[in-house]
């Protein structure tokens, strides 16, 4: 039986994109998970546990599947111990197939899979401290230090590294808030 499983995440909240690829696949089953988080991924426990010898399991990609290089050697583990299989289209990864990957192309799969990891948890961490209002990037200075750095600039009085010394903007901010 061909099964295909989606998570959401950042970029595929809903399993929008998910669902269109593994439609084309012709699974017979779909399963969703209802969280992005690593713990308690309840549906996917679930279909590892249910899984009959023979089924394959039908991701986007194998971000979706796992949450860490140890996770997926796991589920790969447990999943060929039950005699089923994984298919992950993105990478072109069918595990009832013989291995048609040479070394370089499993390890640049793997580097892939880690950056997406690195790259999701990433995005998910801004859009949490968004929803509470952290605001991301350098803080910016106050105005009246750079309006005091700019007349001093102005004035001619001042060398670069005495209106540092007084108000904090540098070189490049105070040229910056100039040319403004």
Known sequence: MLIGYMRPYQNDIQCKQQQDILIKTQCET????????????????????????????????????????????????????????????????????????TLSDMVKHLVTFQSDMISEKTKQG????????VTSGRPKKPDENVQRAIQMYQSKNYSLDEIKRETGISKSTLYRYMES
Do not use: C, Y
Request: glycine letters at 4%; charged letters at 30%; a negative charge.
């Open 126 to 133: 801004l859009h949490e401290a968004k929803q509470k209002g």
């Open 30 to 101: 779909f399963i969703l998970e209802e969280h992005a988080t690593a713990k308690n991924r309840v549906k996917l426990v679930e279909m590892i546990d249910n899984l009959d010898s023979g089924d394959k399991i039908v991701v986007t990609k194998l971000f979706a599947l796992a949450d860490s290089t140890r996770h997926l050697m796991e589920l790969l583990e447990v999943i060929e111990a039950k005699g089923a299989f994984i298919w992950s289209i993105f990478e072109d990864i069918d595990t009832s197939h013989r291995p048609k990957h």
